[in-house]
C-alpha cells in the first residue's frame, strides 16, 4: 500500500529567507508610513513524500504510483517551462534527471536569469542555507522545486510566492483508492520525526494536523 503525504506551510513571511544584520548599526531603522502599510509578502512550501508500506520503504520515488503522482504534476505545470541547469523539459524528466539537491526552476518565461549553480544544495546542506537566492526567485513568480534524500528514494520539495495547494489537490486526489491512501498534512503541526511517520504506528490515528483524504473530499 502507498501511503502519499503532501506537507504544506503557508503564509510563510517571505522577508524570514533573507539574511538578517545583527549589527542594528548597519541597519536602516527608519521607516515610512508606506513600509509600515505595505503588505509583508509571504510564501509557500510544499513537501511531496510517501512510504511503501508493504516493503516499509520511505521515499516518494519508492511509491507504486510514482509515476502517475509526477504525471499529475507534468499535467499542472503542462504551460510552464523547467530548467535544470540549462535543460528544459517536463518537469517528470528533470526529475528523473537532477541529482539531489540540484534546483529546478518552474516558469512561465523561455529563459530565465537565475545562476541556477548557485542554488545548488550539496550534499551537507540543505534549502535553508540558500534563503537570499530563493527569496529572490520567488519574487518574480517563478517556482523552485528541489530533490531531497529519503531513506530509500527521494522526496520533493516546492516552493512557491502564490499558494498553489488547490492546484496541488485535486489532481493528486483523483488517484485515491484501496493501495493508494492520501494525507494533507499542515506542516507547522506535524514537527517530531514520530509525527512525520506516523503511518508506521498510527496509521489510522493520524496526528493533530494530519487529515486523510478520499475521493469524497472537498476543499
Known amino acids: 500500500m502507498d501511503i502519499f503525504k503532501l506537507i504544506y506551510e503557508h503564509d510563510l513571511r517571505l522577508d524570514q529567507l533573507k539574511n538578517r544584520h545583527t549589527d542594528r548599526s548597519t541597519q536602516d ?11 509583508d509578502l509571504t510564501y509557500s512550501k510544499f513537501y511531496f513524500t510517501g512510504t511503501r508500506l508493504d516493503k516499509e520503504q520511505f521515499g516518494l520515488n519508492i ?11 507534468d499535467f499542472l505545470f503542462d504551460e510552464y517551462h523547467i530548467h535544470v541547469l540549462g535543460r528544459s523539459e517536463l518537469l517528470s524528466e528533470a526529475v528523473e534527471k537532477a541529482e539531489i539537491g540540484e534546483p529546478i526552476v518552474i516558469s512561465k518565461q523561455s529563459e530565465v536569469s537565475w545562476n541556477l549553480k548557485s542554488l545548488v544544495v550539496d550534499f551537507n546542506s540543505n534549502a535553508g542555507h540558500k534563503k537570499e537566492s530563493i527569496a529572490e526567485l520567488l519574487k518574480s513568480d517563478d517556482l523552485l522545486l528541489y530533490k531531497e534524500q529519503a531513506h530509500n528514494g527521494f522526496d520533493l520539495h516546492l516552493f512557491s510566492k502564490n499558494n498553489i495547494y488547490r492546484d ?7 488517484l485515491v ?9 499542515n506542516g507547522k503541526r506535524v514537527r517530531s520525526e514520530r509525527k512525520f511517520y506516523f503511518e508506521t504506528w498510527t496509521l489510522e490515528r493520524p496526528p493533530h494536523g494530519a487529515e486523510e483524504v478520499f475521493p469524497e473530499t472537498v476543499l
Open 29 to 39: 531603522i527608519s521607516s515610512t508610513l508606506e513600509d509600515f502599510l505595505k503588505p
Open 63 to 73: 511509491l507504486d504510483r510514482y509515476d502517475e503522482i509526477m504525471e499529475a504534476l
Open 168 to 174: 496541488l489537490f485535486y489532481p493528486l486526489q483523483a
Open 177 to 185: 483508492n484501496k493501495q493508494f491512501r492520501f494525507f494533507s498534512i
